[in-house]
């Protein structure tokens, strides 16, 4: 889960009202190990406004990210975005004859984006389809775009930075 959200932490406030890429080559090169074409990294962005609209419609009723809320994908190109980046990973069930099932989880032989793709993909499914998605949340900090899952009841923000920045923004208009 901790790749997925960091995945689609890559976009980020920029300090000036917009938002920042850090997704690159390098970065997944840091994350999975393999280094990916230079060509192959608009499938990647475009399989993270899938996630990350997805992650707005779990969000709901809340208000999505500031950075997806002009930028979300229809809900249903989303889910194919995100089923046609899965589809090399395939998880299959095993039942020995005088055993106990399992799952097996293999990746048909395939490309290093396309291994990178579905693993992110089968990410999102499994978060998307677990009981962790209940806890999905925008942060509704000033300048944060980032979802964050909520370690407890009564988080409010994904960071401490973010909350004293909304309690100092909150200070500041209501003594203005």
């Not at 996630?51 to 779990?58: D, E, P, V, Y």
């Not at 998880?91 to 020995?96: E, H, M």
Request: glycine fraction near 4%; proline fraction near 9%.
């Amino acid at each position: 889960m901790d790749q997925l959200l960091d995945f689609v932490s890559t976009i980020r406030h920029d300090g000036h009202g917009g938002v920042a890429d850090a997704l690159s080559t390098e970065w997944v090169a840091e994350r999975f190990g393999a280094q990916v074409p230079d060509d192959s990294l608009p499938r990647i962005v475009e399989l993270r406004r899938a996630i990350r609209s997805l992650f707005a419609l779990a969000v709901r009723p809340d208000p999505p990210s500031k950075a997806d809320a002009n930028r979300l994908m229809d809900p249903q190109e989303a889910v194919a975005t995100l089923n046609a980046a899965a589809r090399p990973r395939l998880t299959q069930l095993t039942w020995p004859a005088n055993g106990m099932p399992s799952l097996i989880d293999r990746m048909e032989p395939t490309d290093v984006t396309t291994t990178v793709l579905a693993t992110l993909a089968q990410a999102a499914i499994q978060f998307l389809t677990g009981p962790e998605r209940e806890r999905l949340q925008a942060c509704p900090a000033p300048r944060c775009v980032l979802y964050f899952v909520k370690q407890h009841p009564r988080q409010a923000w994904c960071k401490p930075s973010c909350g004293n920045r909304a309690r100092v923004s909150k200070y500041y208009k209501t003594h203005r």
